[in-house]
């Protein structure tokens, strides 16, 4: 089994994907031996896309707001592992970002969780990563987040933070109410000595 530094240079030079999706390939993630918590989401947006960066734009603002982490934080390697679902921005759909190819995950995802062994919390972000993570994902996205409690403590299902879901966070006041505050608590014992 190689070590995941070997792993990670083979995930940045896969090419798996050329010619399916409509920008060059750029694989954007981040990880690292030590992290402590995974992210595991869709994958990259435009925006990411084009700085390689992992949540580079409104919703990695959102996200870290949600965390209660900073920026210096979240872009930490051996404190925050991002692993999307597909390393590369799919393309744009109807209404939205069109869903992550499965390929990506299939060829990726286990080898790199496997070798991601400190990990104490999992958040789980959008109906692709939740079919992946969770073992009873419920029939909707809101089912899965309001679910939360029933999870073990070290994975939270959350939606995806972009500004495109003002709609479902203003319908689902519980999720700030309820879900953010533990989340907070959650992200500081993991990251916690």
Not at 18 to 46: C, N, T
Not at 79 to 84: F, G, N, V
Not at 95 to 114: E, F, K, M, Q, V
Request: net charge neutral; hydrophobic share 40%; aromatic share 6%.
């Amino acid at each position: 089994m190689p070590p995941l530094d070997t792993l990670l240079s083979s995930v940045r030079d896969c090419r798996l994907c050329e010619g399916s999706i409509p920008d060059p390939v750029r694989p954007v993630l981040q990880a690292h031996a030590e992290a402590r918590i995974l992210i595991a989401g869709q994958a990259p947006g435009r925006k990411v896309q084009e700085s390689g960066i992992p949540f580079d734009d409104a919703s990695g603002e959102r996200l870290r707001d949600w965390m209660g982490v900073d920026r210096a934080t979240f872009y930490d390697p051996a404190q925050i592992a991002i692993l999307p679902m597909a390393f590369c921005y799919p393309g744009t759909g109807k209404s939205g970002d069109i869903p992550p190819p499965p390929l990506c995950a299939a060829t990726w995802r286990s080898a790199l969780l496997d070798r991601l062994a400190n990990i104490r919390l999992t958040l789980v972000i959008g109906k692709y990563a939740m079919g992946w993570h969770l073992d009873a994902p419920r029939r909707s996205l809101t089912d899965s987040i309001r679910h939360w409690r029933e999870l073990d403590g070290a994975m939270v299902p959350l939606p995806h933070p972009s500004p495109r879901n003002n709609i479902w966070l203003s319908k689902n006041p519980w999720f700030g109410d309820d879900l953010l505050p533990v989340l907070r608590q959650k992200v500081a014992a993991a990251l916690g000595d």
